[in-house]
């Protein structure tokens, strides 16, 4: 899964518009809710597969979540503090121990 740059956002076709349509589709199936996120958290995409069916978000909501990053597709659902956190599990899944909820 590649990062989101600058081009990715330009035009109506583009990565960038795959992942807001991503987006939007988890929010209409409830799901950032059904994980424990607040209603009102905003949620960025910052990388999504070609297929959008997983994506990165980075989450702002920082008086009420200790993570900063969520991971969520193909029916997981992972909550890290940090980028560092989230690549050091990409690297080596026994590395840290992602919460899969928001309490």
């Not at 590649?2 to 409830?30: I, M, Q, R, S, V």
């Not at 969520?72 to 909550?79: A, K, N, V």
Request: negative net charge; hydrophobic residues 45%; charged residues 20%.
């Amino acid at each position: 899964m590649p990062l989101f740059g600058c081009k990715d956002w330009a035009g109506e076709d583009g990565p960038g518009t795959a992942a807001l349509h991503y987006l939007d589709g988890l929010w209409e199936a409830g799901t950032p809710v059904d994980v424990g996120l607040p209603e009102d958290v905003a949620l960025f995409p910052v990388s999504v597969n070609k297929d959008v069916s997983v994506g990165v978000f980075m989450l702002h909501r920082p008086d009420v979540l200790p993570e900063r990053w969520w991971w969520i597709g193909e029916g997981s659902s992972s909550f890290f503090p940090t980028f560092v956190d989230l690549l050091a599990y990409v690297i080596g899944p026994l590395s840290s121990a992602p919460r899969e909820y928001v309490d």
